[in-house]
């Protein structure tokens, strides 16, 4: 099972942490993906089974993903968040090792609920 939380509501340049943990199995490869009303769901950062790390452009520089190996979660720290990074959040993850990861949905066969942000004064 895999569990996303951590969302809320936020003021414009504040933050949020949001949690994705694993249970019943060790967390591989893991992506945020969020999805926007009426938009399409979109790839926002992932860390690989080696701790690479990939961050769209959008939020390059505001959003840090970590990984903690003994809680068995990953951690998504949002910075100077932004009206545009309203979205449901989902957590994926696969156990197949992959050095390098990527935001692409299908690398993944294990996803969260999701997670409400919202960013709005």
């Known amino acids: 099972q895999l569990q996303a939380s951590g969302g809320g509501l936020v003021q414009p340049g504040g933050s949020l942490r949001l949690a994705c943990a694993a249970s019943?199995?060790?967390?591989?490869?893991t992506a945020w993906f969020r999805q926007a009303p009426g938009k399409e769901r979109e790839g926002v950062t992932c860390i690989s089974s080696s701790e690479n790390t990939f961050y769209a452009d959008s939020v390059r520089d505001r959003f840090v993903i970590t990984v903690d190996h003994a809680e068995n979660t990953v951690y998504l720290q949002m910075n100077s968040l932004k009206p545009e990074d309203t979205a449901v959040y989902y957590c994926?993850?696969?156990?197949?090792?992959?050095?390098?990861?990527?935001?692409?949905?299908?690398?993944?066969?294990?996803w969260g609920q999701g997670t409400l942000v919202t960013v709005s004064s």
């Open positions: 994926a993850t696969t156990q197949n090792y992959y050095a390098y990861c990527s935001v692409i949905a299908t690398s993944y066969d294990t």
């Open positions: 019943g199995f060790t967390l591989g490869s």
